[in-house]
């Protein structure tokens, strides 16, 4: 049965249930078969409110039922609704003020993060064996934490963030004939469609009180099944780099940064540019570079903001802004820890 939460004590935890197997080989065939049972539950409404009575679930001001969850300091920012069922768990994570906020996750379950809605004025998201990244940006995002992994993410908000966590037991993921046991790759801030659309549905049956848990099985055996097709697809397509990013490619991303310089670059953006994940194209662009991406962009800002300190008629402010830095503050810092000296010192040396 599934498993709502009604316990505020975040002692008293459900637990992701390990007692109920079920298939974990999935072929093409039973896919499309869990679609077609997917779209029967859709259409027969009248059948469906037999099972569940709509209600909304009780709001989470700590850790909630799910053991293990995503670590949320200050818990009192945000509300939390959770769903659990065998092998997998559903949380909503709602935000409540604009004060920042800070989430932590390494355990030995896969995290899938979905956020619906955000935007930060500053904040930065670090998922081990990735380079962080400073995107302001992350409505309609994905990212995926294989167990094990360190997972730690910082919003100073400009709006009201909305992010949906689902677990999911590694033992129980589906396994697909031929593609052996490969471990999941982690990837940050990536757009896919198919598992937006699922991970969507299965978010809103949590808001809506939904306890039907065959469809509710069924939708997360979808979405399991997509994350690791995703996985397979990437490592048929994308080997690991080992020498870097090959000389067109180095051309295509430092000219890109080049026009980009001003603005938010995506790291899909410049995965996607040189037909690489943004797994692989982290660790292709630090061998290539030196350093990570979001740091070559910062380099390549401060190298811009020095030929302008060399006109007199902009002023530091009006070059915070031309170089892509919302405030002359950050600008100033993050000009002195590049150079060791502030904007303004910098163009008197000039003389």
């Known amino acids: 049965m599934l498993n709502y939460s009604l316990r505020t004590n975040s002692a008293l935890r459900s ?3 390990n007692s109920v197997s079920f298939d974990r080989r999935v072929s093409a065939g039973s896919r499309t078969a869990t679609s077609r049972f997917i779209d029967q539950y859709s259409r027969l409404d009248e059948e469906r409110s037999r099972h569940f009575s709509p209600s909304l679930l ?3 001001p700590a850790r909630g039922s799910i053991d293990p969850a995503v670590d949320i300091f200050p818990s009192d920012a945000v509300k939390r609704r959770a769903l659990a069922w065998d092998g997998m768990a559903i949380e909503v994570v709602q935000a409540l003020t604009h004060e920042t906020v800070e989430f932590r996750f390494r355990a030995s379950r896969h995290l899938l993060v ?6 930060r004025n500053n904040g930065e998201t670090l998922i081990e064996g990735l380079s962080g990244s400073t995107l302001r940006d992350v409505k309609r995002k994905l990212a995926f934490v294989p167990a094990g ?3 730690r993410d910082r919003h100073e908000p400009r709006t009201r963030s909305r992010i949906v966590f689902f677990y999911f037991d590694p033992a129980k993921m589906p396994v697909i004939p031929g593609a052996g046991q490969a471990a999941l790759a982690p990837s940050l801030f990536f757009e896919d469609a198919v598992l937006w659309e699922t991970a969507v549905k299965l978010a809103s049956l949590i808001e809506n009180g939904n306890d039907d ?11 399991a099944h997509d994350l690791v097709h995703r996985n397979i697809r990437a490592r048929r397509t994308e080997p690991p780099a080992r020498g870097g990013l090959a000389a067109w490619q180095e051309r295509s991303v430092s000219a890109y940064i080049e026009e980009h310089v001003a ?3 995506p790291l899909t953006a410049l995965a996607q540019l040189v037909r690489l994940s943004p797994y692989h194209f982290c660790r292709a662009f630090k061998q290539s570079f030196g350093m990570p991406p979001h740091r070559y962009h910062n380099a390549r800002r401060i190298e811009y903001a020095k030929t302008l300190l060399a006109q007199p008629t902009c002023s530091v402010t009006e070059i915070a ?4 830095f919302s405030e002359t503050s950050s600008f100033t810092a993050s000009f002195r820890k590049a150079t060791g000296s502030t904007p303004t010192a910098y163009r008197r040396s000039l003389g």
């Open 149 to 151: 992994h360190e997972y």
């Open 263 to 265: 603005g938010q670059i």
């Open 213 to 223: 848990q065959h469809y509710c099985e069924a939708l997360g055996v979808v979405l």
């Open 15 to 17: 637990r992701l249930d």
């Open 321 to 324: 802004l031309k170089v892509g």
């Open 58 to 60: 009780p709001d989470f």
């Open 114 to 119: 979905a956020y619906e809605e955000g935007i």
